[in-house]
């Protein structure tokens, strides 16, 4: 099953999967945002908005997602928000945007999400402002980490909700551009990270 299609069936039930202790890493993550008075800030894989009560005021925010029924929901969710953000429907592998388009992009729960997360993260890169930052929230191996049961599940789940078996720094490789200024571990005893990176000229 495609994810379009599985996360449009998901759509109903995603908050109650996804938020709990999450949250907390998700306002974590998103209190790295500093600056932001007028800049353009691109939520790539916004889902269902369970980031938009955690943004800081100041920024226009742009987010996007694959599926119209999880925007549907971001949009009724943004209603009661203070900030200014507007919504597009879109594949984060294949970006509608132009080139340095954002001051920063916020990648949470979807390098792991989707089928070729090189192509996301390369897009994410393509349309960010040389010197901007990309703040990334999500669960990766470890590289030369067995993790066999992991990469055992992903084979199961990742035609219908997620990928256990990304190895971020593999997919790091594919954007010379980027480098890593923060790298942290979160939940699950570090299968979650932490992660921003900036754009060099």
């Known amino acids: ?67 119209t029924a999880m925007l549907n929901r971001a949009i009724k969710r943004a209603q009661d928000s203070p900030v200014e953000i507007d919504f597009q429907l879109a594949d984060s592998q294949a970006l509608p945007f132009d080139d340095n388009t954002f001051d920063a992009v916020v990648m949470h729960l979807i390098l792991a999400v989707v089928p070729q997360p090189e192509l996301a993260l390369k897009e994410a890169c393509r349309v ?9 929230f999500d669960k990766f191996i470890k590289p030369g980490q067995l993790a066999l049961a992991r990469r055992l599940l992903s084979l199961f789940l990742m035609h ?20 890593i200024t923060q790298d942290k571990p979160a939940l699950a005893k570090g299968w979650f990270r932490l992660i921003e990176l900036k754009k060099n000229s």
Do not use: W
Request: charged share 20%; net charge neutral.
């Open 160 to 179: 219908i909700a997620t990928r256990t078996d990304v190895v971020f720094e593999t997919v790091l490789k594919t954007c010379p551009q980027l480098e």
């Open 1 to 67: 099953m495609a994810l379009k299609h599985s996360y449009t069936l998901l759509a109903p039930i995603y908050d109650t999967l996804v938020s709990g202790p999450i949250d907390a890493y998700r306002e974590l993550s998103l209190s790295r945002l500093h600056d932001i008075k007028n800049k353009k800030i691109l939520v790539n894989g916004i889902g269902s908005g369970l980031d938009i009560p955690y943004l800081p005021v100041g920024a226009h925010y742009t987010g996007t997602d694959i599926t």
């Open 128 to 136: 960010l402002k040389p010197g901007g930052h990309i703040y990334i």
